[in-house]
Structure formats: C-alpha cells, structure tokens
C-alpha cells in the first residue's frame, strides 16, 4: 500500500475514532454525570462542540471512503452498499435527533448503527465481502 492510501485509511479511521468515540464517551461518561447534576446549558454547550467535530468528521469519513471505495471498486459490493445504507440511516437518524432532541432512543440507534458501519469497515479492509 502507498504511503498516500495509508494516510488516506489512517484519516478515515481517526475521523470514525472520533465520531464513535465521542457518542461513546458521551453516552458513557457526559450523560450519566449530567443526570446527577443537571445543567442544560453545559450540556448544550457539549453537544454543539461535538456536532462541530462531528461536521468535520463526516467530511473527512466521506472524502476518504469516496476515495477509498473508488480505488478499491467497492462501488458494487453488496457488502459496501449495506456500509452505505447504514451510513445513510445515521444521516437520517442524527437529523431526527436534532429535531427532537429528547428522543433518546435515537442516540442509541445511532450508536449501533455507527457500530455496525465500523464492524462492516473492518470487514471490507480485511478482503472479506
């Protein structure tokens, strides 16, 4: 592998390090704090700092598997195209959960989703489809 894809998947991964990590570290450690000591304005504060990293991360997520997916004809994969159904019911999802944001069901779903599309990530990069 050149050093250019290398850099590419190693981009890729650190944008989904941070956009899974972050739900992770939210849903595991900011939330359960703030139910003990509410403060609405943190936690908004919180969830717009991450909705900022999360833009740019999706950018990056998006830029590197286009280019990745292109380089390693993925385009028809059956495999792929699961990737890129769940990529877009988060999509779907995280909208959802801007507009009604106490619908916390959906912060769940959009956690196993991006667990699933990371599952079927490393699925692909190890030549199985």
């Known amino acids: 592998m050149s050093h250019v894809w290398f850099t590419i998947r190693w981009l890729h991964i650190l944008a989904m390090a941070f956009f899974v990590g972050g739900q992770l ?15 609405r304005e943190r936690l908004r504060a919180i969830a717009r700092r991450f ?25 028809g994969d059956t495999t792929f195209q699961v990737k890129l159904a769940l990529v877009v019911a988060i999509a779907v999802l995280v909208v959802w959960h801007m507009r009604r944001p106490t619908l916390h069901a959906l912060e769940g779903a959009i956690f ?8 079927i990530g490393l699925y692909l990069a190890n030549g199985y489809s």
């Not at 570290?25 to 003990?36: G, H, I, K, Q």
């Not at 196993?112 to 599952?119: E, I, K, P, R, Y």
């Open 112 to 119: 196993l989703c991006s667990l699933a599309v990371v599952w």
């Open 51 to 75: 909705g900022y990293g999360t833009l740019a991360a999706l950018g990056v997520l998006l830029a590197t598997g286009s280019a990745m997916a292109s380089h390693l004809h993925l385009w």
């Open 25 to 39: 570290f939210l849903s595991a450690v900011v939330m359960p704090v703030e139910r003990r000591t509410p403060d």
